[in-house]
C-alpha cells in the first residue's frame, strides 16, 4: 500500500481520555470540539493553514460570564467536520508540522476535512489540500490501492463527490471494464471489493453485471465473509443482498470451462468413467461444486437468522446447489435449524416444505442424533431420519456378521466384504504356508471375532437406544403403523430387516 509522509517534528500530541492536549512550552488558547473529542491547541499553527479556522478565530467572542473580553480560552465546534475527529487530528498534526502517514485508508477523509477547512495554498505554500491531492492521484493509479481509498468514501459521501473523488462512478466503471477477461486474473476478493464499491457508489447495472459474473466463475474460491455483501438498495427487505448472491451462485451454475466446473450428473459421468474417458462429474471436477455447496451452506447459516428473509428466497437460493454437489446434508441441516429457530411462527406445511432441501440419507450420526430430538422438525422428518439412522446400523451390523464369518472360514476380510483364499488353496488343497503359520492363524481369527462382537453389542445398544426414543415419541402402535405407511416406510422396514442370529 502506498504511503507518503509529511511533517518533520515529533509527537507532540497526548491523547488523555477523550481529550487532545498539544505539550508545547505555550498554554493552550483554543478548544476545538469534534463530536465527543475536545482538542486544546493554539491559535496561530491553525489560523496560519486554514480560512475556515482563521475566520472562526476572528469572529469569536467570549461570552458574557468571562467579561466578554478576548483574554480568555477560545471555543470552537467542529462536528460537521468530514472524516469527524479522526480527519481534525491528522490536519491538526499537519498545522504543527508533526510527523504523519498517508495512505490509501486515510488520503479521502483527510482530503475532505482539508476542503471543508479552507487549507489552501493562499493561506501556506504546499498546503494540506496540494499535498492530500497529490497523493490522492497515486493512489488513484494503483487498482488495489484505489478500491481501498474508494471504500472510505462511506462515511463523507457527499463531499466526496463534490470533490469528484468517490470517484466518480465513471473511474470505477472504467477499471471493471479494462480488468483481463481471464480467470483468475483478479482474485475473488478482489472483484467481491470492487461490487461492494460498485454499489456502494451506485454504479451502472452493466459494471455490476460484469463484476458478479466474474465472481460467479471463480466462486469457488470466495470467502465467506467477502460474501456478505450489505443490501445498499433503496428498499432494503433484508440485511444482506441476497439477490446479488443468487444471481452470483447461478452464473456459477452455468459456467462452462471443461472439466473445471462443469457439472454433468453423477450418472453420466460413472457411465463415461467405465469407457476409461474423464468426465465432468468425476471426483476431481465436483471438488470446485462441492466447494461451492460447502460455502452455500455456511452462507445460508448467517443469513438465517435474518427474520425479514422469507421463506421462498431461502428455498430459492438452497435449491440452486443440486443434491450431490453435498457429500454430507450436516452443513444444510445446521442452516436449516437456524432458520427454523428465527422463524417460529412457520405452519407445519412450511416446515416440511423446507425440510425438503435436505436428505435425510446423508446426515452423520451426529446430526441425525441432534434432529431426532429437535423439537423444530415435524414429526414426518423426525420420523424418517429415526428409520434411515436404524437401517444404516443394522446394515453394519450385517457387514460386521459377514466378516465375521469369513475371518471364523481361515480367510482374511477383504474391504469390498468378500474374503480372500490364499493362493493354491482350492477347495481340498492344502496350503503349506497356511500349515506352518498354523498356530498363530489361530489366535488372528479369535482376536478378529472377539472385536466383532464387541463392536455387535455397541450397535446393538444403539439400535436399542433409536428403539426407545421412537417409543418416546407417544405414539399409539395403529397410529405409528399408519405413519410409517404415509412416509412410504411400511414395505421396506419389512424388505431391510435382516435376520438377527448367531449372537
Given at each position: 500500500m502506498a504511503t507518503m509522509k509529511l511533517g518533520s517534528k515529533p509527537e507532540i500530541f497526548v491523547l488523555e481520555g477523550l481529550t487532545w492536549r498539544c505539550m508545547t512550552e505555550l498554554e493552550s488558547d483554543v478548544v476545538v470540539e469534534v463530536g465527543e473529542m475536545s482538542f486544546y491547541l493554539h491559535k496561530f499553527p491553525l489560523l496560519s493553514r486554514s480560512g475556515v479556522l482563521q475566520r472562526m478565530i476572528g469572529e469569536y467572542q467570549a461570552p458574557q460570564e468571562d467579561g466578554g473580553g478576548g483574554g480568555g480560552m477560545c471555543m470552537l465546534q467542529l462536528d460537521d467536520i468530514p472524516g469527524g475527529a479522526k480527519a481534525f487530528e491528522l490536519a491538526a498534526r499537519?498545522?504543527?508540522?508533526?510527523?504523519?502517514?498517508?495512505?490509501?485508508?486515510?488520503?479521502?477523509?483527510?482530503?475532505?476535512?482539508?476542503?471543508?477547512?479552507?487549507?489552501?495554498?493562499?493561506?501556506?505554500?504546499?498546503?494540506?489540500?496540494?499535498?492530500?491531492?497529490?497523493?490522492?492521484?497515486?493512489?488513484?493509479?494503483?487498482?488495489?490501492?484505489?478500491?481501498?481509498?474508494?471504500?472510505?468514501?462511506?462515511g463523507v459521501l457527499p463531499t466526496a463527490e463534490?470533490?469528484?473523488?468517490?470517484?466518480?462512478?465513471?473511474?470505477?466503471?472504467?477499471?471493471?471494464?479494462?480488468?483481463?477477461?481471464?480467470?483468475?486474473?483478479?482474485?475473488?476478493?478482489?472483484?467481491?471489493?470492487?461490487?461492494?464499491?460498485?454499489?456502494?457508489?451506485?454504479?451502472?447495472?452493466?459494471?455490476?453485471?460484469?463484476?458478479?459474473?466474474?465472481?460467479?466463475?471463480?466462486?469457488?474460491?470466495?470467502?465467506?465473509?467477502?460474501?456478505?455483501?450489505?443490501?445498499?438498495?433503496?428498499?432494503?427487505?433484508?440485511?444482506?443482498?441476497?439477490?446479488c448472491v443468487q444471481r452470483i451462485l447461478d452464473?456459477?451454475?452455468?459456467?462452462?470451462?471443461?472439466?473445471?466446473?462443469?457439472?454433468?450428473?453423477?450418472?453420466?459421468?460413472?457411465?463415461?468413467?467405465?469407457?476409461?474417458?474423464?468426465?465432468?462429474?468425476?471426483?476431481?471436477?465436483?471438488?470446485p461444486i462441492t466447494m461451492v455447496a460447502k460455502l452455500m451452506d455456511g452462507y445460508l447459516a448467517e443469513v438465517a437468522p435474518d427474520t425479514n428473509l422469507k421463506l421462498p428466497k431461502f428455498q430459492a437460493l438452497a435449491a440452486v446447489v443440486p443434491d450431490y454437489a453435498r457429500p454430507v446434508d450436516d452443513g444444510i441441516y445446521r442452516a436449516m435449524d437456524i432458520y427454523l429457530k428465527s422463524h417460529p411462527w412457520?405452519?407445519?406445511?412450511?416446515?416440511?416444505?423446507?425440510?425438503?432441501?435436505?436428505?435425510?440419507?446423508?446426515?452423520?450420526?451426529?446430526?441425525?442424533?441432534?434432529?431426532?430430538?429437535?423439537?423444530?422438525?415435524?414429526?414426518?422428518?423426525?420420523?424418517?431420519?429415526?428409520?434411515?439412522?436404524?437401517?444404516?446400523?443394522?446394515?453394519?451390523?450385517?457387514?460386521?456378521?459377514?466378516?465375521?464369518?469369513?475371518?471364523?472360514?481361515?480367510?482374511?476380510?477383504?474391504?469390498?466384504?468378500?474374503?480372500i483364499v490364499r493362493k493354491g488353496a482350492a477347495a481340498g488343497q492344502s496350503d503349506p504356508d497356511a500349515e506352518a503359520d498354523e498356530g498363530k492363524g489361530k489366535e488372528l481369527p479369535a482376536e478378529a471375532i472377539t472385536d466383532v462382537k464387541a463392536r455387535v453389542s455397541e450397535l446393538e445398544k444403539e439400535c436399542v437406544s433409536m428403539k426407545q426414543e421412537i417409543r418416546r415419541l407417544g405414539k399409539p402402535r395403529r397410529s405409528w403403523s399408519l405413519l410409517t405407511r404415509k412416509c412410504g416406510f411400511g414395505t421396506k422396514v419389512q424388505q431391510a430387516q435382516p435376520t438377527m442370529s448367531g449372537k
Amino acid at each position: 500500500m502506498a504511503t507518503m509522509k509529511l511533517g518533520s517534528k515529533p509527537e507532540i500530541f497526548v491523547l488523555e481520555g477523550l481529550t487532545w492536549r498539544c505539550m508545547t512550552e505555550l498554554e493552550s488558547d483554543v478548544v476545538v470540539e469534534v463530536g465527543e473529542m475536545s482538542f486544546y491547541l493554539h491559535k496561530f499553527p491553525l489560523l496560519s493553514r486554514s480560512g475556515v479556522l482563521q475566520r472562526m478565530i476572528g469572529e469569536y467572542q467570549a461570552p458574557q460570564e468571562d467579561g466578554g473580553g478576548g483574554g480568555g480560552m477560545c471555543m470552537l465546534q467542529l462536528d460537521d467536520i468530514p472524516g469527524g475527529a479522526k480527519a481534525f487530528e491528522l490536519a491538526a498534526r499537519f498545522c504543527y508540522d508533526v510527523k504523519i502517514e498517508l495512505n490509501a485508508l486515510n488520503v479521502v477523509c483527510l482530503r475532505c476535512a482539508a476542503e471543508y477547512l479552507l487549507m489552501t495554498d493562499d493561506y501556506a505554500e504546499g498546503n494540506l489540500i496540494t499535498q492530500a491531492e497529490s497523493f490522492l492521484s497515486d493512489v488513484l493509479a494503483n487498482w488495489k490501492d484505489s478500491i481501498k481509498a474508494l471504500e472510505t468514501c462511506e462515511g463523507v459521501l457527499p463531499t466526496a463527490e463534490d470533490l469528484h473523488i468517490g470517484d466518480q462512478r465513471y473511474f470505477l466503471e472504467e477499471i471493471v471494464a479494462l480488468l483481463p477477461a481471464k480467470k483468475g486474473v483478479a482474485s475473488t476478493r478482489f472483484l467481491l471489493g470492487m461490487l461492494r464499491t460498485a454499489m456502494l457508489l451506485h454504479a451502472s447495472p452493466l459494471c455490476r453485471e460484469n463484476l458478479e459474473r466474474r465472481i460467479g466463475a471463480q466462486l469457488e474460491d470466495a470467502c465467506l465473509d467477502d460474501l456478505l455483501v450489505p443490501n445498499l438498495g433503496y428498499t432494503v427487505e433484508t440485511l444482506y443482498d441476497i439477490d446479488c448472491v443468487q444471481r452470483i451462485l447461478d452464473y456459477f451454475m452455468s459456467s462452462t470451462d471443461g472439466l473445471g466446473t462443469g457439472y454433468t450428473s453423477p450418472a453420466v459421468a460413472e457411465e463415461g468413467s467405465q469407457l476409461g474417458a474423464p468426465q465432468a462429474g468425476s471426483p476431481s471436477s465436483l471438488s470446485p461444486i462441492t466447494m461451492v455447496a460447502k460455502l452455500m451452506d455456511g452462507y445460508l447459516a448467517e443469513v438465517a437468522p435474518d427474520t425479514n428473509l422469507k421463506l421462498p428466497k431461502f428455498q430459492a437460493l438452497a435449491a440452486v446447489v443440486p443434491d450431490y454437489a453435498r457429500p454430507v446434508d450436516d452443513g444444510i441441516y445446521r442452516a436449516m435449524d437456524i432458520y427454523l429457530k428465527s422463524h417460529p411462527w412457520l405452519s407445519e406445511s412450511e416446515r416440511e416444505q423446507l425440510c425438503r432441501l435436505m436428505n435425510c440419507q446423508k446426515l452423520s450420526l451426529e446430526a441425525c442424533t441432534h434432529a431426532a430430538q429437535n423439537e423444530r422438525l415435524p414429526l414426518r422428518v423426525v420420523v424418517q431420519v429415526l428409520f434411515f439412522e436404524q437401517l444404516r446400523l443394522r446394515t453394519s451390523i450385517a457387514g460386521w456378521f459377514f466378516v465375521s464369518g469369513n475371518a471364523a472360514a481361515g480367510g482374511e476380510p477383504h474391504p469390498g466384504g468378500s474374503a480372500i483364499v490364499r493362493k493354491g488353496a482350492a477347495a481340498g488343497q492344502s496350503d503349506p504356508d497356511a500349515e506352518a503359520d498354523e498356530g498363530k492363524g489361530k489366535e488372528l481369527p479369535a482376536e478378529a471375532i472377539t472385536d466383532v462382537k464387541a463392536r455387535v453389542s455397541e450397535l446393538e445398544k444403539e439400535c436399542v437406544s433409536m428403539k426407545q426414543e421412537i417409543r418416546r415419541l407417544g405414539k399409539p402402535r395403529r397410529s405409528w403403523s399408519l405413519l410409517t405407511r404415509k412416509c412410504g416406510f411400511g414395505t421396506k422396514v419389512q424388505q431391510a430387516q435382516p435376520t438377527m442370529s448367531g449372537k
